[in-house]
């Protein structure tokens, strides 16, 4: 059985990047990671100590907490085949 | 100063009188300079002296280094750093790389995150300042610079729009070139500071220059500066120190009897007297007589030697009559013997005002300037003359400086040329070869605002100290070091000739 993924994403407020990478990111994750999945939204606007601990500088970003290695990914998510190599995950064919 | 563009003093020494006040109050300031320049001093610098002195609190958001490098390295200047955060008067925002993390960018973002967090530190501590050092870091960690350059702009809005007063810090590649790697840094600005550290003659030399101040006046051109230990960055403003004092005619002895009657009855108090002679001449008992004639009236006086050691100088002193380590105990005497190669001298400048500053010597004697001048180049010299002749003015505080001439008969110094115009008085002590023997003259060749004698004296040294007699009625050429002697005949046909 394959691990389950931790996915943390930082924004900040309801700006049309933060809904796109929201968009993006459940759409990705539907996808590849059925069922597999946790996903946590994190409005560095309500949370800023949570973006100084984990010393996010730019928003939308994409934190994989779990599997390791962590990994960040930066942007509205809207490139699907970076965030796949970014999150270790091998596209189905088909 | 100006009435629109109200500034705000960063507290750096010397910085803010080059800056005629400080740096604008509500705006960016760019600090700009090549790598080791001393950047993340001025920008903690200016946090430090805000919480120090002014009751002004900082956040210092890091691009470089991260939070724990930057305390310990700052530990070095006493600035508690742990202890401000603490109080709640120092807070970091860390945005420094993290190391080992891959990062992949899939499309469109922003600096919200870093604008939030800022803002979030700036509301926990009040702060009225903000550091950030250094913004070129920011770009080897995202790719795309377009978005880092529309990023910093959102950011210095921001700052303007809470009013919060800005250093921010970048990397330049040149001393002598453009003013910031990226060349965005300094459009982000409405102000820009540059560093310098460049090497001349084999001496590092640390200057800072004022490029820009939108819509406010500042000094121009470089002005030197050190990196303290315990204090950080101090800045010698040498101009505008300069011409403020008011001159006094009050009379001070010279320690001599007779050379205060050359004089037209001593030095004044807040004069410079510079005393020119070469090796073994009697400049030292010149300023030996002048620390003793300070002494006996209740005088505090401060002696700094750069050619010889303590116990040579006070076994000379015993010989002659005057007891210093007596007089160091009693607290009227404080001698600081060092070798110039063992610092700059900026940081010899600094030693100095502070020696000054504690102890409140109404005399001060440096011998010799000669021994300053062979460790530094002829600018930086003349700096440093400039800088120590205002700064005892300003204290009014009389300063006999010596310097050596190359050689034994006649001469002058290279000292004497770079300086002579600053000094209020000049005393020559030169070698007389007469008839197979080196005797010894003295002359006050200047005297600002008073009368003095202008004949050629013959003294000499003895247990005694120095004794002057009669003048060289019969000898030509002394100064020039050609020495020709005349006959009582010559001599008396052309006295004869000018009657």
Same mark, same amino acid.
């Given at each position: 059985?394959?691990?389950?993924?931790?996915?943390?994403? #930082?924004?900040?407020?309801?700006?049309?990047?933060?809904?796109?990478?929201?968009?993006?990111?459940?759409?990705?994750?539907?996808?590849?990671?059925?069922?597999? #999945?946790?996903?946590?939204?994190?409005?560095?606007?309500?949370?800023?100590?949570?973006?100084?601990?984990?010393?996010?500088?730019?928003?939308?970003?994409?934190?994989?907490?779990?599997?390791?290695?962590?990994?960040?990914?930066?942007?509205?998510?809207?490139?699907?085949?970076?965030?796949?190599?970014?999150?270790?995950?091998?596209?189905?064919?088909? | 100063?100006?009435?629109?563009?109200? !500034?705000?003093?960063?507290?750096?020494?010397?910085?803010?009188?080059?800056?005629?006040?400080?740096?604008?109050?509500?705006?960016?300031?760019?600090?700009?300079?090549?790598?080791?320049?001393?950047?993340?001093?001025?920008? /903690?610098?200016?946090?430090?002296?805000?919480?120090?002195?002014?009751?002004?609190?900082?956040?210092?958001?890091?691009?470089?280094?991260?939070?724990?490098?930057?305390?310990?390295?700052?530990?070095?200047?006493?600035?508690?750093?742990?202890?401000?955060?603490?109080?709640?008067?120092?807070?970091?925002?860390?945005?420094?790389?993290?190391?080992?993390?891959?990062?992949?960018?899939?499309?469109?973002?922003?600096?919200?995150?870093?604008?939030?967090?800022?803002?979030? /530190?700036?509301?926990?501590?009040? /702060?009225?300042?903000?550091?950030?050092?250094?913004?070129?870091?920011?770009?080897?960690?995202?790719?795309?610079?377009?978005?880092?350059?529309?990023?910093?702009?959102?950011?210095? *809005?921001?700052?303007?729009?809470?009013?919060?007063?800005?250093?921010?810090?970048?990397?330049?590649?040149?001393?002598?070139?453009?003013?910031?790697?990226?060349?965005?840094?300094?459009?982000?600005?409405?102000?820009?500071?540059?560093?310098?550290?460049?090497?001349?003659?084999?001496?590092?030399?640390?200057?800072?220059?004022?490029? !820009?101040?939108?819509?406010?006046?500042?000094?121009?051109?470089?002005?030197?500066?050190?990196?303290?230990?315990?204090?950080?960055?101090?800045?010698?403003?040498?101009?505008?120190?300069?011409?403020?004092?008011?001159?006094?005619?009050?009379?001070?002895?010279?320690?001599?009897?007779?050379?205060?009657?050359?004089?037209?009855?001593?030095?004044?108090?807040?004069?410079?007297?510079?005393?020119?002679?070469?090796?073994?001449?009697?400049?030292?008992?010149?300023?030996?007589?002048?620390?003793?004639?300070?002494?006996?009236?209740?005088?505090?006086?401060?002696?700094?030697? *750069?050619?010889?050691?303590?116990?040579?100088?006070?076994?000379?002193?015993?010989?002659?009559?005057?007891?210093?380590?007596?007089?160091? !105990?009693?607290?009227?005497?404080?001698?600081?013997?060092?070798?110039?190669?063992?610092?700059?001298?900026?940081?010899?400048?600094?030693?100095?005002?502070?020696?000054?500053?504690?102890?409140?010597?109404?005399?001060?004697?440096?011998?010799?300037?000669?021994?300053?001048?062979?460790?530094?180049?002829?600018?930086?010299?003349?700096?440093?003359?400039?800088?120590?002749?205002? *700064?005892?003015?300003?204290?009014?505080?009389?300063?006999?400086?010596?310097?050596?001439?190359?050689?034994?008969?006649?001469?002058?110094?290279?000292?004497?040329?770079?300086?002579?115009?600053?000094?209020?008085?000049?005393?020559?002590?030169?070698?007389?070869?007469?008839?197979?023997?080196?005797?010894?003259?003295?002359?006050?060749?200047?005297?600002?605002?008073?009368?003095?004698?202008?004949?050629?004296?013959?003294?000499?040294?003895?247990?005694?100290?120095?004794?002057?007699?009669?003048?060289?009625?019969?000898?030509?050429?002394?100064?020039?070091?050609?020495?020709?002697?005349?006959?009582?005949?010559?001599? !008396?046909?052309?006295?004869?000739?000018?009657?």
């Amino acid at each position: 059985m394959d691990a389950k993924f931790v996915l943390k994403l #930082y924004i900040t407020g309801n700006t049309p990047k933060s809904e796109k990478a929201i968009k993006n990111l459940r759409q990705i994750s539907e996808e590849e990671l059925k069922n597999k #999945y946790e996903i946590k939204i994190v409005d560095v606007l309500e949370n800023p100590q949570l973006a100084e601990d984990e010393k996010i500088i730019a928003t939308p970003t994409l934190i994989k907490e779990l599997p390791p290695p962590l990994r960040r990914i930066i942007g509205d998510l809207s490139d699907t085949d970076k965030v796949l190599l970014g999150l270790d995950i091998q596209k189905k064919i088909g | 100063m100006n009435r629109f563009v109200k !500034k705000l003093e960063t507290g750096i020494t010397g910085f803010d009188e080059i800056a005629n006040g400080g740096i604008p109050t509500g705006r960016t300031t760019l600090v700009s300079g090549t790598s080791g320049s001393g950047k993340t001093v001025f920008a /903690a610098q200016f946090l430090a002296e805000g919480i120090r002195h002014k009751n002004q609190n900082g956040v210092f958001v890091t691009f470089e280094e991260p939070t724990e490098d930057i305390r310990n390295n700052l530990a070095s200047m006493d600035w508690d750093i742990k202890k401000w955060e603490e109080e709640k008067k120092w807070a970091f925002v860390d945005a420094s790389p993290h190391p080992g993390q891959e990062t992949f960018e899939t499309g469109e973002y922003d600096f919200g995150a870093l604008l939030a967090r800022i803002e979030n /530190a700036i509301k926990k501590v009040s /702060a009225k300042r903000v550091s950030l050092d250094s913004l070129g870091a920011i770009f080897s960690q995202f790719e795309n610079s377009g978005i880092i350059r529309r990023e910093l702009f959102r950011l210095a *809005y921001g700052f303007k729009s809470m009013g919060i007063t800005v250093i921010m810090t970048a990397e330049r590649l040149e001393e002598y070139g453009d003013i910031a790697r990226h060349g965005v840094e300094e459009f982000v600005s409405d102000n820009v500071v540059i560093l310098r550290n460049t090497l001349e003659a084999e001496k590092r030399r640390r200057t800072v220059e004022i490029l !820009k101040f939108r819509g406010t006046t500042h000094h121009k051109g470089e002005y030197p500066f050190t990196i303290m230990p315990g204090e950080g960055i101090v800045a010698i403003p040498i101009s505008s120190i300069e011409l403020k004092q008011s001159s006094s005619d009050l009379r001070i002895t010279s320690g001599s009897e007779v050379l205060d009657r050359m004089c037209g009855g001593g030095f004044f108090r807040d004069s410079i007297i510079l005393v020119s002679g070469a090796t073994g001449t009697g400049k030292t008992l010149t300023v030996t007589q002048f620390i003793g004639g300070g002494m006996r009236n209740g005088e505090k006086c401060v002696l700094f030697a *750069y050619e010889e050691s303590r116990e040579q100088l006070f076994r000379n002193a015993r010989g002659w009559g005057f007891d210093f380590e007596e007089m160091e !105990k009693k607290g009227y005497l404080k001698v600081i013997c060092q070798y110039p190669e063992t610092a700059g001298l900026e940081d010899l400048l600094i030693n100095i005002r502070h020696t000054i500053e504690e102890f409140g010597p109404s005399r001060v004697a440096v011998d010799s300037l000669s021994a300053l001048e062979r460790c530094s180049t002829a600018k930086g010299f003349r700096e440093f003359v400039i800088s120590v002749t205002s *700064y005892l003015k300003m204290k009014e505080i009389a300063g006999l400086f010596t310097a050596t001439t190359p050689t034994l008969m006649g001469g002058t110094s290279v000292t004497e040329a770079h300086i002579s115009t600053i000094t209020d008085s000049i005393i020559l002590l030169r070698y007389v070869e007469m008839l197979g023997e080196m005797r010894r003259g003295i002359t006050v060749l200047k005297m600002r605002g008073s009368m003095h004698e202008k004949e050629i004296l013959e003294f000499n040294i003895d247990s005694g100290g120095m004794h002057i007699g009669k003048p060289f009625r019969n000898v030509m050429g002394i100064l020039s070091g050609q020495v020709q002697h005349l006959d009582e005949e010559e001599y !008396k046909r052309m006295s004869d000739m000018f009657k």
